[in-house]
């Protein structure tokens, strides 16, 4: 008479198979799904380089801040005392950034020591136009995420992409070679203007709310 008794499983063989389970489907959830594109880094990999440097606030533990990142890929905090405001242009008079309160009032800080160099009051300004040369915008569609430039219609950059992931906001360099571009996982990118290769990674962890301005973007262009 043959044993027709069926194997059983130790109650510990059970508890760490239903553990690995859960482990397995959150980390699906959480990369499978919003894990942005994997690109390199601009330090990593800097030719060609862009060629200028480009400026953006934002907020971290220590308030407002500005900060400036390089051409060879690398980014400094130059001050975190900010008013809040977006930057008006960057010129020979510095980083122009336009500042709140009972009145707006341009500051010029020094790019290399964040000092201010000058401030004037402005009046009649529009402060929700901040001096953009063209901008890009991302669509999301079908599991294909495509820039494009609003000036000329032209594909920045298309890419297989998770749904969700996004391009918020960019602008063309002055000399019409380059894009900056802020990602929806918080990274400064930069690509050629033509499309012709992959986005790099210029800075991470931005929680930009205006997009980088250009070294070289003349202040008067928010006129």
Not at 103 to 122: F, K, N, S, V, W
């Amino acid at each position: 008479m043959s044993d027709t008794t069926a194997p059983t499983r130790s109650m510990p063989a059970l508890i760490g198979a239903g553990v690995l389970i859960v482990v397995v489907v959150g980390l699906v959830l959480v990369f499978g799904i919003a894990r942005p594109p994997e690109l390199a880094t601009l330090v990593d990999d800097p030719a060609p380089a862009p060629t200028a440097a480009v400026a953006w606030t934002a907020f971290d533990r220590e308030g407002s801040c500005l900060y400036v990142a390089e051409p060879d890929g690398t980014t400094e905090s130059l001050r975190c005392d900010l008013e809040g405001g977006d930057i008006w242009g960057w010129d020979d008079d510095g980083i122009a950034l336009l500042t709140y309160g009972l009145a707006e009032d341009l500051q010029h800080i020094d790019p290399q020591t964040g000092e201010t160099l000058e401030r004037e009051r402005l009046d009649g300004i529009d402060p929700s136009r901040p001096p953009l040369t063209a901008r890009v915008a991302g669509r999301n569609q079908d599991g294909t995420l495509t820039v494009i430039r609003h000036d000329s219609e032209d594909v920045v950059w298309e890419v297989d992409a998770p749904e969700g992931y996004t391009i918020n906001d960019g602008a063309l360099s002055p000399d019409g070679e380059w894009v900056v571009m802020v990602d929806s996982a918080e990274r400064v990118l930069v690509v050629p203007a033509d499309g012709s290769a992959e986005p790099r990674i210029w800075a991470d962890g931005a929680d930009v709310w205006q997009a980088p301005v250009w070294e070289g973007m003349p202040t008067d262009e928010a006129d």
